[in-house]
């Protein structure tokens, strides 16, 4: 019923661009081709500061990140893609989420910590289900001991020696559920690599110079543009229409001129034309997508409005008087209580306030063009059936559960205007 907005995120020129060593060149020849190298320069913003506060790239390495990321945008084998991602979880365990976990336990105090070993232990013998804890059992021994070193830990000289080696390693366990599936579906881990993955996390878990981390960050990076975030752009876009795509050769182009500052076009100059071009693209697909659905919507209007009892304003809402109310009509700025039960052509329900059993309020400037409409003509105390056109509803960026150009059915009672 309220109103609703959506969203996306150039090339100027276009011959041919390098973008560093062994880097994808760009060949702007088409609206699609600039969207995509745009998209990618868009897409690195803010990412050196992440490199670098997040993935630990030494600044003076950078060259070694991007060569990274160009290496981890290559395709690679099964045997290679397990290898790849046991490191990166390796890097993660022993880094980011080793810290995390000694900081929310101990709260900062650097006497106290995770035996590092034995978390190690529980996570490796997690992931290749050679633990002989259950782990149901394991997860209430972290919770209990957790909560009780948790409070005690602001206790300055606390010994918690005891009870720690045995939760590092719990804790260290209790952390790989879910992660094989994790790996197999978001990380591209096939199955019958497993013992390369679980070997990978093991040297992932070493420590690494500068060089090395900042070109393993830079493939962890490289892996998640040229995947993920690539097939989501496309989705986003063309709405799984394969017929149509993004130049993934453009695209990568554009995120490595960006990281290396070396765009033919300046990062705001891309986010503008990717506003213009990415909402277009994505208009033409959901006409393409819906079009047999708009015109189902629009020839239930036709014969709807041949019905007995059914009015028709200039605008095209349709609308049926089932009780003529007595009151006052509101005004456009006016704030209204009503109740209504909304539904699309095929009966289908979406909202309701007699189900949640509370008539509602707002301004009736601030719902759709056909709610609006309607109710600066109902009486107070009118219930009206109204059926309402795309054009006064959400057109094409309808909200989660309601497809793109539906016809919007509703009961309404107007109860009130509040003052």
């Known amino acids: 019923m309220k109103k609703s907005t959506a969203l996306l995120v150039f090339a100027t020129t276009a011959s041919l661009i390098s973008c560093g060593p062994q880097a994808p060149k760009a060949n702007l020849v088409s609206d699609i081709d600039s969207l995509s190298y745009s998209l990618g320069v868009h897409n690195t913003q803010g990412l050196m500061t992440y490199a670098t506060s997040r993935l630990g790239v030494d600044s003076t390495h950078t060259t070694n990140f991007i060569n990274g990321i160009i290496e981890g945008t290559k395709e690679i084998d099964a045997k290679e893609k397990a290898h790849m991602a046991g490191l990166q979880i390796g890097q993660q365990l022993s880094g980011d989420m080793y810290e995390s976990l000694n900081n929310q336990l101990f709260a900062g105090d650097s006497v106290n910590a995770l035996n590092k070993e034995k978390f190690m232990n529980g996570f490796l013998e997690g992931v290749e289900g050679k633990s002989t804890i259950d782990m149901s059992k394991a997860t209430e021994y972290v919770q209990a001991k957790a909560q009780t070193i948790q409070k005690d830990s602001v206790r300055t000289g606390s010994d918690f020696k005891n009870t720690v080696d045995s939760l590092s390693y719990m804790i260290g366990l209790v952390n790989t559920q879910g992660l094989m599936d994790y790996a197999t579906a978001r990380l591209g881990v096939d199955s019958a690599y497993t013992k390369e993955f679980i070997s990978s996390i093991q040297e992932g878990t070493k420590a690494l110079d500068a060089t090395q981390k900042a070109r393993m960050a830079g493939i962890q990076i490289g892996q ?84 007995e009892g059914i009015k028709t304003t200039e605008s095209g809402l349709q609308y049926r008087i089932v009780k003529e109310g007595k009151g006052k009509k509101p005004e456009a700025t006016s704030r209204v209580k009503v109740h209504y039960k909304g539904t699309l052509i095929d009966g289908t329900q979406f909202d309701s306030s007699y189900d949640r059993k509370e008539p509602t309020s707002f301004n009736c400037n601030q719902v759709i063009k056909g709610w609006t409409e309607a109710l600066t003509m109902m009486p107070v105390g009118s219930k009206w059936e109204l059926f309402i056109p795309q054009e006064l509803a959400y057109g094409a960026n309808a909200p989660q559960g309601i497809k793109p150009f539906s016809t919007l059915i509703f009961e309404v009672e107007l109860l009130d205007i509040e003052k």
């Open 224 to 307: 998640q543009i040229s995947g993920d975030m690539f097939k989501a752009l496309n989705e986003q876009l063309f709405l799984g229409d394969t017929s149509t795509s993004l130049s993934k050769e453009n695209f990568l182009a554009g995120f490595i001129a960006g990281v290396e500052n070396k765009s033919v076009i300046s990062m705001e100059e891309a986010a503008n034309y990717v506003r213009t071009k990415a909402e277009t693209i994505q208009k033409n697909a959901i006409e393409k997508k819906y079009a047999e659905y708009k015109k189902e919507n629009e020839d239930f209007l036709t014969k709807n409005k041949e019905k």
